[in-house]
């Protein structure tokens, strides 16, 4: 069996000394990057 390979488009987060509140923000602003704004899901 293989060994698991980072895709090379992949982005790594470390999170080692974040709290929860700044792991999603920093999630949230890396979807805001990468995804086009036309294609954001609707706040519910």
Aim: charged share 30%; no cysteine.
């Amino acid at each position: 069996m293989a060994p698991l390979l980072q895709a090379d488009d992949a982005v790594e987060l470390v999170t080692d000394g974040m709290d929860i509140e700044a792991v999603i923000e920093a999630l949230v602003d890396l979807f805001r990057q990468r995804v086009p704004e036309e294609a954001w899901p609707d706040p519910v």
